[in-house]
Nanobody, 118 residues
Framework: QVLLVESGGGSVQPGRSLRLSCAAS????????MSWYRQAPGKEREVVAQ????????FYASSVRGRFTIPKDDGEKTVDLQMSSLKPEGTAVYYC???????????WGRGTQVTVSS
């Protein structure tokens, strides 16, 4: 059974940091590019950060570049999202995504809520 389980969400004040974690199971983790997406109320889901299956390539949305990082651990089968200097517009449900490097296969987690508010 394929599972992507996000954790670490919560409420935080603007300017603070938060670390999300995604634990993967049920598939060959090192064959998948991993991503974090987010969906704010009334908006479409958008990509936040991506890391290739080898870890050699990383992409960040312009809105988070310089503030977020996406470390992954192939041994533990986890991918995190380290978020710093959070802004109120970062309030959203954050989703973990796995995309197979060899073709059309992708998995999603159920998401974790992040609320940035004073």
């Amino acid at each position: 059974q394929v599972l992507l389980v996000e954790s670490g969400g919560g409420s935080v004040q603007p300017g603070r940091s938060l670390r999300l974690s995604c634990a993967a199971s049920g598939f060959t983790f090192r064959d998948y590019a991993m991503s974090w997406y987010r969906q704010a109320p009334g908006k479409e889901r958008e990509v936040v950060a991506q890391i290739t299956s080898t870890g050699g390539g990383v992409f960040y949305a312009s809105s988070v570049r310089g503030r977020f990082t996406i470390p992954k651990d192939d041994g533990e089968k986890t991918v995190d999202l380290q978020m710093s200097s959070l802004k109120p517009e970062g309030t959203a449900v954050y989703y973990c995504n796995a995309e197979w490097r060899f073709g059309d296969r992708a998995y999603w987690g159920r998401g974790t809520q992040v609320t940035v508010s004073s």
